[in-house]
């Protein structure tokens, strides 16, 4: 019984494919693939295509932003010299002004008219100060505020400590912020002399 084939033993004639079929078979894989390779070199054809796009946009972008910064820097350069022409031709005109108060004053023995004149000025002055934003601080009678103002000298008074009773220089704001403290003269309290006191009561005894 050596010769008996089992059902499960394979046939080796079963299992044998003729060549031409088997050559048959690789050559339908091999069309099947060329659209997938014609397809991923499509794609990447147009991902180049979009990537050139992306840096040519990038460049024009630059380039835009490169003009509109020299621009900003022009333009800042500009106002910085109108705006100095425009204080410097408020400042001719005060210059205007002293020139006529400096010949109304060789020619005139009037105190009264000079006075005038330098009220004139002094008005002109403070109008142009203030178009420029400029405020005077407020400060006689008032309390001191370290943040306004310099205490350069106290004096013994009746008033409450720190009531300012003299303003040695003014100062100034510009649009809400301090460009100079006001230096000036606060109050404190008086020292009561105990000794003059004591030889008061000595002498009454």
Same mark, same amino acid.
């Given at each position: 019984m050596a010769n008996h084939k089992t059902n499960n033993q394979a046939d080796p004639k079963s299992e044998y494919i %003729?060549? !031409?079929k088997s050559e048959a078979i690789d050559t339908a894989a091999q069309e099947e693939k060329v659209p997938e390779l014609e +397809?991923?070199?499509?794609?990447?054809e147009e991902k180049k295509h979009q990537a050139a796009d992306y840096y040519d946009q990038l460049v024009r972008l630059k380039a835009e932003f490169d003009n509109f910064r020299k621009r900003s820097e022009r333009e800042k350069q500009n106002h910085l010299v109108w705006g100095k022409e425009e204080i410097l031709l408020k400042q001719i005109g005060l210059l205007d002004v002293l020139e006529q108060a400096a010949h109304s004053a060789s020619s005139c023995t009037n105190i009264e008219s000079?006075?005038? /004149?330098l009220e004139l000025i002094t008005r002109e002055f403070a109008k142009i100060l203030s178009s420029e /934003? +400029?405020? !005077? +601080?407020?400060?006689? /009678? =008032?309390?001191?505020d370290p943040s306004l103002h310099e205490a350069v000298e106290q004096s013994e008074s009746t008033? %409450?400590?720190g009531t300012i009773l003299g303003v040695m220089q003014k100062g100034y704001m510009? @649009? =809400?912020? *301090?460009v100079r403290p006001a230096r000036v003269k606060v109050a404190k309290h008086a020292v009561k002399e105990t000794t003059? *006191? @004591?030889n008061e009561s000595e002498e009454n005894q």
């Open positions: %003729p060549e !031409e +397809i991923l070199q499509q794609s990447l000079i006075r005038t /004149g /934003g +400029i405020k !005077e +601080i407020e400060s006689m /009678g =008032g309390k001191l008033e %409450p400590e510009l @649009n =809400g912020r *301090v003059d *006191v @004591n």
